[in-house]
Each structure stands twice: as structure tokens, then as C-alpha cells.
């Protein structure tokens, strides 16, 4: 464009010069026409390409967030149904399985479980189950059939008796249940024969689609709708005039078979550029000195549009509010548990691209831990869709099983059953029982996780029996296993990302480098032994690209820790606890003198002015090359004090002439092999180390 006008500020010195530069002027003039049009029709296709890139990524965000949504909502139907299946022979038992069932969902919502008429006569005619979210903590469950409300007569009920499936109804007005306009996603129940006797709904409010609706507005008067797949407006009914043109994009939803629109009108669209164009052609009338100026007024205009091109590319695209979602589903506040203080688990999940297929997830329930690790063929959005539904059907059906070999069927089946795209995840399951240290666990085509024994430094695989991974066919029976944990023991799972992580040479890092890394942390706790193999392939891949998600997860059944509180009478609680311990005989004595010694300590210095304060007694029994290691840690947050600074007593003079003090401190000391103090996060934290001889 400099170019141009230069061209025009020398035709203008022609002018000035003669008449030769009028002719000029003319065939500058209608060069620059020809340009202004050429512009103006450039303009338009990159205004036009702007906006279809806007709003593809704005429509594929919302189709991923609703995809998301009706998974959740599918996947919690046909939990439901399963739960009402085994209900049958007792009605009473469908109320607190819809009150489970809603309970698992995000949001307030409406679910319900309604029979064919007459099923359970004692009921009546009309029987539906319904339990509505209220709140967070509020559920409010019901039998709303009744000739007045005749569900019978419903849609998604009439479609739930014919269509073997999960069924998006068209909206209607729920006057029972949600109280708000919805669409409902139907499911049947069968019964032992196959019959289907009962339809589950769940409702999905059309205030939150509204709402995701709104959100497309991505110019001022454009136009957002969402369709059903037969054509009917779910959120609203879009206001055009016959005559204007209009710019619509639109993405399907897969899993509903629902259209999103955006439709901008082309005065909108163009508003810009028209105007800049009925200016231009205004000036071009009064004179080539203003046709000049509109030139370079223009193309600061094409500048500063292509620059707002170049910065709305860079906004945040449908990846990254996947990864978004995607993290937010693992969990991520460690420690987990601050109120169990015989579990210590860390994890990380690293994935290759924005998103990953890769997931770990745990939770306790009725002092078990249910936990997994799992790793979803493929890669990028496909694969972070099947990891959010294998992580829901994990929370989900581990909210009523317990055996582990039942769960990963039950996980395996539900997802057999809409793997339109072939895809399989090889996943390790596991449940502890906290109580006595037992391992129920079930592999599905997963890496063997690696146990620490406390006892010995040599790691060692975990055995497991070769199932199939989810997703390859359905109704395949799978074999679980158990072994016991004991205190101490740590187990790390891992995916294939680790293993198989690549250096710039195409080298693997290998099971063997595993093993060696491993077997320097069987005294590092969860954290750091994550930490520590992370920063391990991290050193050996250096600049390599990640080639595959990398997910860990370490475990630890741990000795609860002793709480004490600040008060002398509380000292003999810890011979009893030492003898929990199951030390080698000789050592009761001298290690119960000990830390008497040095909890009495704590007790007269770390709290003298008050008796509100905890004493925390922690054990850890590790194997070292020299022999096993005895570690006693003992914390507290009173004041700053370090009883190693205490001088030692000269024994050698007679009592009465001694330093008040230091012999308790001596006194450990002699008992123990290490006595070290450290003030760390505003405590006092003491550690004595008795080392065991090894014997040859």
C-alpha cells in the first residue's frame, strides 16, 4: 500500500508540472478504484473467514461442554436403570437408588424411574420414583404418578418401552418433576425375561442450555439457537427478516443428534466495511487529493483488521478448555485425606498434547479406598472424551460395588456398549480395605504396578492375570485378585508413557531403569517418589519430544500416626502404642524410654503456658543396604525449641552441682543412633533413628 502512495503523491508533482499529470491522475484514479474494490471483496471473504473460525471454535466448545454433559447424564441413567433392575422384586428400594443416582450429578436436576401401570399393584396404577436436587445438600425424593400427572402419555416414556437406548426427548414443560421446561434423556429397565418394564428419565433443564446458548452471541446482533434432530427450537426461535441475508454456521452434537447455530446477519457482519466503503466512494467523488487519503485510510483499516484476525486466532480454543475440564475431573489437593493418616498418595498425569487419554482417581468410602489408573488408546480429544466417562463410570458404579473384578465388568460393559469408535483403555483397580490391609484388585490389559515392601529394598511386580482392557467386547468376565499390604508398603502404578518414554535417540526408558530408580526411594515418601521418577525420565528424554501421556500414582498403607495431647497423663498411651509396632522384643524398653523422654520434653517446652496442644508421634520401618532403620518422628506446633542444642551434663560431678537440664536429651542420645531437629511449616519436627544390625 506504501507503494501506492507514493505513486499518487508523484502524480500529484505531474499535475503541478502540466497537463500530462491530469492523464495521469485519471489512470491512477481508476487503478486505485479497481484496488478499492479488489480490497473491499478481500475484506469481505477475510471478515466472513474471521467469523466462520470464530464461531467453529465457539460452537465446538459448546459441543464439547454439552457432550460432556449428556455423557454425565446418559452414564447416570444407565446406572440408575441397572440399580432399579435389580430392585424389582422390591419397590420400596427405587426411592434411595434415584436419590444415589441424582446425587452423583453436578447440578440440580430431576431423575426419575417410571413403571409400566399396575407393575406393583400395592403401588397403584402409576408408580414414578422421582428425586430432585434441591440444593447441594438437599434431595427431595417422591412418588409424583398419578392420573393427574400420566406419564404414560409422555414422550419419553412411550420412546423409553421401544428404543433399546439412551433417547433424547423433544422440550416439554415438567410440572411434576424439574418444575421448568427440559429435554429428558429416557433409558429402559428391563426385567430377568428381557421385558422392559420401567423407563428411566432424567432431566436436562433448558435454563442451563440457554444460558450455554448466550454465550454464542460472539457478535452484537447475531443469533445463537439449538435444534433437536427434528428440527424443533430447543432454546429459542430465531428472529430473521425475509429478504436479508444471513451468515449461519452450525456443528452437530453426536451423542444427541442436536444442531448449534450461530447465524449473523450480513449488515452486521459487514457493518465495518460497508461503512468504510460508502465513505470511499463519497471521496473518491470529491477529488483524487481525498481519494489519496481514503487509500491510506483504508489500509490502516485493513491493518488493524487483519491484527484483530491475528489476535482472536489466539484466544483460547476448544483444547484448552478441554484440558481444563480434563484436569479439573482429577484429583489434585494433596494431601487428600487430612483426616486418614494411615493412606499418603500422590499423582501426577502429564499428558503428551493439550489433552490426554490418561487418568488416575480415588476416594474413600466406608473405610475402603477405591483407586485406579488407567490409559485410553489413541490420543487428543477423542481420547480425553473416553477418559471422562471411564472416570465417571469409575465413581459412579464404585458408589455401590465393592468387588473389585465386578466393578471393571460393570465399567467394561457400559462402555462396550456405545464404543462407536473402537477405542479400548487398559485400566488397574483396586480396593483396600484400610482396616486390615487387604488388596482386592483386577487388572484390564494394564502395566503390573510395582510394590515397596517395607521390609526389603528390592522392588517387585505386583501379579496379575492377563484380562482384557474395557471397551473390546462386552460381557467378558473378569478375574480379580488379593494379596495384604502391610504397614508401609507402597505401591506405584504408572502408564506405558513411562516405560516407553523416548530419548533423541529413540531409546526407551525402559522397566529396567525403573527398577534402579526404584529402589533408591522405599523410604521417600508418595510425593517424592513421583517427584523423583519424573525428574529421573525427565534426565534421560532431555530435549526429546513427549511422545505419550505419562500418569503416576503412588500409595502408601501407612501406621497411623499417635495424637497426643499436651498433658502428662496422656504418656502411657505410648507404650501401648509401641507395642502395635511389633518391634523385636529388646528394643520395647529402650525405645519406649526414649521417646517418653523426648515427648516429655516437647510437652514441658513446646507448651508451657497452655494445655491445648497436640503432640504427634509418627513411625516409619524401612530396609536400607545396611540393615532395617527404625524412624520415630515427633511433631508439635508450640514454640520454637531444639532440645539438641542442650549441652551435655557433666556427669562426672555430683548431683546437687550439675546444670538444671540435658539429661533427658542425654539420655535419648544414648538410646538411639541419629537425634535431629528441624523447624519446618511453623513446627517443631524431632527425628530418632534406632538402626538394626543386619545379619550375616
Known amino acids: ?285 470529491l477529488g483524487l487529493g481525498v481519494l489519496i487519503f481514503i487509500v491510506w485510510h483504508s489500509s490502516r483499516n485493513l491493518h488493524r483488521l487483519l491484527e484483530s484476525k491475528a489476535l482472536n486466532q489466539r484466544m483460547e480454543d476448544e483444547l484448552e478448555v478441554a484440558q481444563t475440564i480434563q484436569m479439573a475431573m482429577l484429583p489434585k489437593v494433596f494431601p487428600p485425606f487430612l483426616d486418614r493418616l494411615d493412606l499418603n498418595i500422590y499423582g501426577i498425569v502429564h499428558p503428551a498434547k493439550e489433552v490426554g487419554g490418561d487418568l488416575y482417581d480415588f476416594y474413600v468410602r466406608h473405610d475402603k479406598l477405591f483407586f485406579c489408573v488407567g490409559d485410553v488408546s489413541g490420543k487428543g480429544v477423542p481420547a480425553s472424551l473416553v477418559m471422562a466417562t471411564i472416570r465417571s463410570l469409575f465413581r459412579n458404579v464404585t458408589a455401590h460395588e465393592e468387588r473389585a473384578a465386578e466393578i471393571v465388568k460393570q465399567m467394561n460393559d457400559s462402555l462396550a456398549e ?88 529413540h531409546d526407551l526408558f525402559g522397566d529396567e531403569r525403573m527398577f534402579v530408580a526404584l529402589e533408591k526411594m522405599n523410604t521417600l515418601s508418595p510425593r517424592k517418589i513421583v517427584d523423583n521418577m519424573r525428574a529421573e525420565i525427565q534426565a534421560f528424554v532431555k530435549d526429546a519430544e513427549q511422545s505419550d501421556d505419562i500418569t503416576m500414582l503412588a500409595l502408601r498403607y501407612q501406621i497411623p500416626a499417635l495424637v497426643m495431647r499436651n498433658d502428662i497423663q496422656q504418656i502411657p498411651t505410648l507404650a501401648e502404642w509401641i507395642d502395635n509396632l511389633k518391634l523385636p522384643e529388646e528394643l520395647n524398653m529402650p525405645v519406649n524410654l526414649a521417646l517418653e523422654e523426648a515427648v516429655s520434653n516437647v510437652m514441658l517446652y513446646a507448651y508451657p503456658d497452655t494445655n491445648n496442644g497436640k503432640v504427634f508421634v509418627e513411625f516409619v520401618r524401612s530396609c536400607t543396604p545396611e540393615g532395617e532403620q527404625l524412624t520415630f518422628t515427633i511433631s508439635d506446633s508450640g514454640i520454637p525449641f531444639d532440645p539438641t542444642q542442650k549441652s551435655e551434663p557433666d556427669l562426672s560431678l555430683p548431683a546437687e552441682e550439675r546444670a538444671i537440664g540435658g539429661l533427658g536429651i542425654h539420655l535419648v542420645r544414648q538410646l538411639m543412633d541419629e537425634v535431629q531437629y528441624v523447624r519446618e511449616d511453623d513446627k517443631n519436627v524431632l527425628t530418632l533413628v534406632k538402626k538394626l544390625k543386619s545379619e550375616k
Open 418 to 505: 456405545q464404543n462407536e469408535q473402537n477405542m479400548f483403555v487398559t485400566l488397574f483397580l483396586g480396593v483396600l480395605n484400610t482396616a486390615s490391609g487387604e488388596l482386592d484388585y483386577c487388572n484390564a490389559g494394564h502395566n503390573a504396578p510395582v510394590c515397596l515392601p517395607h521390609s526389603d529394598v528390592t522392588p517387585r511386580l505386583l501379579p496379575v492375570k492377563p484380562n482384557l482392557p474395557l471397551g473390546v467386547t462386552r460381557d467378558y468376565d473378569y478375574v480379580a485378585q488379593k494379596t495384604k499390604l502391610h504397614y508401609n508398603d507402597t505401591l506405584f502404578l504408572y502408564t506405558d508413557g513411562l516405560t516407553e518414554a523416548e530419548n533423541a535417540h
Open 1 to 285: 500500500m506504501c507503494n501506492f502512495c507514493c505513486t499518487f503523491a508523484d502524480a500529484k508533482v505531474i499535475i503541478m508540472k502540466g497537463k500530462s499529470g491530469i492523464w495521469i491522475i485519471v489512470v491512477a484514479a481508476l487503478a486505485l478504484e479497481a484496488i478499492s474494490c479488489t480490497m473491499y471483496f478481500t475484506s469481505r471473504h477475510a471478515i466472513r473467514q474471521e467469523a466462520q473460525d470464530l464461531a467453529r471454535a465457539e460452537l465446538r466448545k459448546a459441543e464439547l461442554e454439552i457432550e460432556l454433559r449428556t455423557i454425565e447424564l446418559e452414564t447416570a441413567a444407565k446406572a440408575l436403570a441397572k440399580l432399579a433392575e435389580k430392585s424389582l422384586d422390591d419397590p420400596d428400594a427405587i426411592y434411595p437408588a434415584t436419590r444415589l443416582a441424582v446425587s452423583t450429578l453436578r447440578s440440580n436436576t430431576s431423575l426419575a424411574v417410571a413403571f409400566v401401570p399396575d407393575y406393583f399393584p400395592k403401588k397403584g396404577r402409576y408408580y414414578e420414583i422421582c428425586s430432585s436436587r434441591i440444593s447441594e445438600d438437599s434431595i427431595f425424593t417422591r412418588n409424583i404418578g398419578s392420573a393427574e400427572h400420566d406419564y404414560t402419555q409422555m414422550e419419553w416414556f412411550q420412546n423409553g418401552l421401544v428404543i433399546d437406548s439412551c433417547w433424547w426427548s423433544e422440550p416439554y414443560l415438567d410440572d411434576s418433576g424439574s418444575q421448568e421446561m427440559v429435554v429428558s434423556c429416557s433409558c429402559p429397565v428391563h426385567d430377568k425375561n428381557g421385558k422392559v418394564v420401567a423407563v428411566v428419565c432424567v432431566d436436562l433443564s433448558l435454563e442451563y442450555l440457554k444460558d450455554l446458548s448466550a454465550n454464542l452471541e460472539i457478535y452484537p446482533n447475531s443469533y445463537s439457537s439449538i435444534r433437536s434432530s427434528k428440527g424443533e427450537n430447543i432454546v429459542s426461535d430465531v428472529d430473521t427478516t425475509a429478504g436479508d441475508k444471513y451468515n449461519i454456521f452450525h456443528q452437530e452434537i453426536g451423542a444427541t443428534g442436536w444442531h448449534i447455530e450461530v447465524i449473523i446477519p450480513d449488515d452486521e457482519l459487514f457493518r465495518s466495511l460497508n461503512r468504510i466503503g460508502r465513505i470511499v466512494g463519497l471521496l473518491m467523488i
